[in-house]
């Protein structure tokens, strides 16, 4: 499982903040897709340990909001800082304190799930062996990641996850094709490692087995459904068979 740092005191906590201290804050949020407003003043704060889902229908921005937490994306409006300071000032800084899963897995197919992996060690994160062990795929550690099926990838994916030994971690969907035994052990990693001060903002359609944590439903507004309609007009809405009139 994963231990970083562990010392005859147990693991070092990821973060040395109060526990009531927000590290992670967004203030009033907007961020528009083209010409269309995805998010619209979403405000959250996220302290050590504590975990955030977050949910709404397909297209309400959760997984727009994940990217712009971690940094990938700037918002058109609004402040993010950490630890009261923008993250923009410094983005090298913020990308080393994320961990960021995504829809996809990114695994080189040619390489085995061993090596994929161990691009990732860092000196003071878990090894890879408890990184495996970890999302139960000790096993399949030297085959090719393209024979993996795609629960087995996406728990590849969750162990470099493990291994990058950030504070934050923002998944994109991380229960995607994952079995019920992978559930569990994602309960797992996500309680130890909050349980060493880290952070975890999940994006999830399904109930993941967390307990104490923090719900942001993400609106499907008519601001966000209007320029849809827009774009769509009259004369090329689709009839029955697919094709345009
Ligand atoms: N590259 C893009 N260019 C323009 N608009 C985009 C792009 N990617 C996504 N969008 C739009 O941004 C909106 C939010 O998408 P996002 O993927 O953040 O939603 P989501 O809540 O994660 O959805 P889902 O539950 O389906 O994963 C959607 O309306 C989508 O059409």
């Known amino acids: 499982m994963f231990t970083p740092e562990q010392g005859e005191d147990g693991p070092a906590p990821l973060s040395s903040a109060p526990p009531c201290t927000a590290l992670l804050a967004a203030e009033s949020l907007r961020v528009f897709r083209g010409d269309r407003l995805v998010l619209n003043e979403i405000s959250l704060t996220l302290c050590a340990g504590e975990a955030m889902l977050l949910t709404g229908p397909n297209g309400a921005g959760k997984s727009t909001l994940l990217r712009v937490l971690a940094g990938l994306r700037r918002p058109d409006a609004g402040a993010l800082l950490w630890c009261g300071t923008p993250i923009a000032e410094d983005t090298a800084a913020h990308a080393s304190r994320v961990a960021y899963l995504g829809h996809q897995d990114a695994l080189k197919p040619s390489l085995s799930v061993r090596e994929n992996l161990s691009l990732f060690l860092t000196p003071t994160g878990p090894t890879l062996t408890q990184a495996l062990s970890a999302v139960d795929l000790l096993d399949l550690a030297d085959l090719p990641a393209r024979l993996l099926s795609a629960g087995q990838k996406r728990r ?90």
């Open 156 to 245: 590849a994916a969750l162990a470099r996850v493990l291994l990058a030994n950030a504070p934050l971690w923002l998944l994109d969907e991380p229960s995607l094709g994952l079995d019920a035994n992978a559930i569990t052990l994602l309960g797992h990693a996500i309680t130890q490692h909050r349980a060493q001060g880290g952070m975890v903002i999940a994006t999830t359609h399904v109930p993941l087995p967390l307990e104490a944590v923090r719900h942001l439903a993400l609106p499907a507004t008519p601001e966000h459904l209007a320029p849809l309609w827009d774009d769509l007009a009259d004369d090329t809405w689709p009839d029955q068979t697919g094709a345009t009139a």
